[in-house]
């Protein structure tokens, strides 16, 4: 390794020593994002926005599958139709971006700049549904919003970000809640499937649940840090929304009655979520089925006769099975290594004379550094199958990091000495009232992640006040 390959990998704070500098390092060395000169808003990069693309189009799919359609509304939303829903506006306030002047004139009506966009799919919704023959309206858009966060870090908090946000309305609860269950499971299905990240599926307490929802369902996650990070969040609004906004439709029997509505959620923020769980000292970890690029090929002695021409058959064949890029700049073959190793590319293939000679490459996992050799005729079915493994393995991996950070507390003191010297998931009984869930938080810092669809009972009583229990509850800091 050169001594210029050396440096660049030395830029990157070790985890263990500074974990949010060792993020910050990462998000830039990686080439994932850079600070914008508006405050909490920081601009994509190709890598990010690529890999964006890649949840998006997955994501996508998924909703078209289960028959929803995207479309898009507007930016801004007026004053009077915010405050529609009181629960709603209240829990936006302190967040929201206002526009008061439009060019040289002051507004007559403040705007505000979309932070989600429930009240204007309400308002739409409540013009275009008459009878239970329109219904349901599955509806999703892919945009940003704008949130004005006081403390921000890339892709997990910022003024602005990418999302999208599903809303729906059915003629029954029923159906409302099935669909609010559905779009759940499609995350959690999204976060193990694709990108190697396991997550506890649960519903919200009262406290932490969606301004203006019945009953806010979310996906959890573990970071390396042992913080927490909620992943994707599906709502239930009832008839919240639809009172407040006169959405009402004509049943069967000609009688009028309020739909009953969804809206849920995932941004960019679950980048950052790839970077926390899988990441190390010398970068990314990039999960194999959403990384942009699955296999880059680095050719050895490039210069010498046949080797980039031979590169560039491998490169043909294997874009047939894989994302595959080649890298023939003039940076020697260490700096691509450690370049390529920061961005977390799953597959290194390396091919110089003497492999050209012996008609093989070397194959180099990113998750464990392995160094496989393989003949090239058998590269479309090794890849593929390598490739395979390394999603298997950091899943695995995943898991059981977030296993050893899962700690039990049945006491205050172990709860806090959980919290304190391990990190990671507590699991508590809790008696349901919103003075306990407020005092563990003061003592410990730890908020109510979810109450998990998987019960346990680890006693009997509330940790916190001795009282019968009614739930156990994941229980974490988080991001």
Sequence with gaps: MSKNNNKRVEQITSMDVDFAQWYTDIVKKAELA?????????????????????????????????????????????????????DHVEGFAP???WVTKGGNDELTEKLCVRPTSE???????????????????????WCSVVRWEKTTRPFLRTSEFLWQEGHTIHATKEEAEAETIQMLNIYAEFCENMLAIPVVKGRKTEKEKFAGAEA????????????????????????NFAKAFGIQFADKNEKLEYVNQTSWGMSTRIIGGIIMVHGDDEGLKMPPRIAPTQVVIIPVAQHKAGVIEKATELKDRISKVARVKMDISDKTP????????????????EIGPKDIEKNQVVLVRRDTREKIFVSMDELET?????????????LTAATKAREEKTSTATTMEEFNDKVENKTGFVKAMWCGDKECEDKIKEVTG??????????EELSGTCVCCGKKAKHMVYWGRAY
Aim: hydrophobic share 35%.
């Design 216 to 239: 806010t369902y979310t996906i959890e996650s573990l970071m390396h840090d042992g913080k927490a990070l909620q992943s994707g969040t599906s709502h239930f609004f009832g008839q």
């Design 34 to 86: 850079d600070y914008s000169s508006v405050r909490g808003c920081v601009i994509l990069r190709p890598y990010a926005y690529a890999i964006w693309e890649n949840i998006q189009k997955y994501l996508d799919g998924k909703f078209k599958e289960k028959g929803h359609e995207n479309v898009y509304m507007p930016m801004l939303i007026p004053e009077s139709l915010l405050q529609k829903e009181k």
């Design 119 to 141: 009240t204007l799919f309400c308002e739409h919704y409540a013009k275009i549904v008459q009878s239970y023959k329109d219904l349901p309206k599955l509806y999703n858009q």
């Design 334 to 349: 260490g700096w691509k290594f450690s370049e390529y190793e920061m961005k977390g590319i799953p597959v290194r293939l």
């Design 382 to 394: 090794k890849i593929p199958e390598l490739l395979e493994d390394i999603h298997n393995s950091m």
């Design 446 to 455: 730890a908020t109510s992640r979810c109450i998990p669809f998987e019960q």
């Design 95 to 97: 967040e929201v971006a």
